[in-house]
DNA sequence: GTAGCTGCAAACTCTTTGCAACTCT
DNA sequence: AGAGTTGCAAAGAGTTTGCAGCTAC
């Protein structure tokens, strides 16, 4: 019988051979329900707020582990600390320079040409970032 | 009489009302000079090759001055450290992730697809980084 | 003369790490 | 049992800042 249920942190990081402490099933959890780009002080927070045994300590091994997997996208938007999220289907973002606010888009133009960008310069693409800064239109 | 020699940071710097004192003089020229994209230890190593007397807090400070005039541009890329370039005609950048080298490109495509994502979200594009990951192709 | 700039050193923020204790598997 | 994980506190890197003295204008 095959396994149905949407795959979690949990799940992943036990098929990459992790033991699963309660610390790191709390912070696995609180980046599974984030629907934001916390930073590292937010997801310690959050997962405080569930075991108040948690450090910090702690909370940054675990995303640097996450990073390093894959699982999580890290990053440093123009600020002086790092934002985590999920690393589900490719996205960018559209940075609200007014609230900080964190928009995410797709555009498939955009992969198109980032793809052809790479290959002229004699590159093979690895990786990208875009973001843009705007501010609402009134 | 116009003058019609190519403007230079300590031009727009002075144009800006900032005193022109013989530190920031020489860290504006090693940023003129420069072409490629500088840590602000560079920065420093590079100024105080002409002035020893040169504080690495002046350098902080100019380049954060620079910053907020808009006549340099600060990146971080996936490093733990800032890095300058003159804010000269936009452009992205494509970094190597085995030398860390920096590959410099425009492209007209993108610029006209980060507009209309911008407005379709309902913003005023301000500002936008974009950079690619590669390794050389073999 | 004075507002602005500087070097120094201390402070600050974010992040990493050594270590001894503890806990999954 | 043993390798991996944890909290703590200290250390580390990059950056900022208070202050007294100096300098361009």
């Known amino acids: 019988m095959e396994d149905h249920t949407p795959d979690t942190l949990e799940k992943a990081c036990t098929r990459a051979g992790l033991k699963m402490t309660g610390q790191r099933r709390t912070i696995l959890a609180v980046?599974?329900?984030?629907?934001?780009?916390?930073?590292?002080?937010?997801?310690?927070?959050?997962?405080?707020?569930?075991?108040?045994?948690?450090?910090?300590?702690?909370?940054?091994?675990?995303?640097?582990?996450?990073?390093?997997?894959?699982?999580?996208?890290?990053?440093?938007?123009?600020?002086?600390?790092?934002?985590y999220e999920l690393n589900m289907q490719h996205h960018h973002h559209l940075i609200d320079v007014d609230s900080g606010k964190v928009i995410e888009f797709q555009n498939i133009e955009i992969e198109q040409i980032k793809q052809k960008i790479a290959e002229e310069l004699g590159y093979d693409l690895i990786e990208c970032r875009l973001e843009l800064y705007g501010r609402k239109r009134t």
């Open 31 to 83: 980046l599974d329900e984030a629907q934001d780009h916390p930073s590292v002080e937010t997801v310690y927070e959050r997962s405080r707020a569930h075991d108040s045994s948690i450090s910090m300590a702690t909370v940054y091994r675990t995303l640097n582990m996450l990073d390093e997997l894959g699982l999580v996208v890290r990053h440093e938007f123009k600020e002086n600390f790092a934002r």
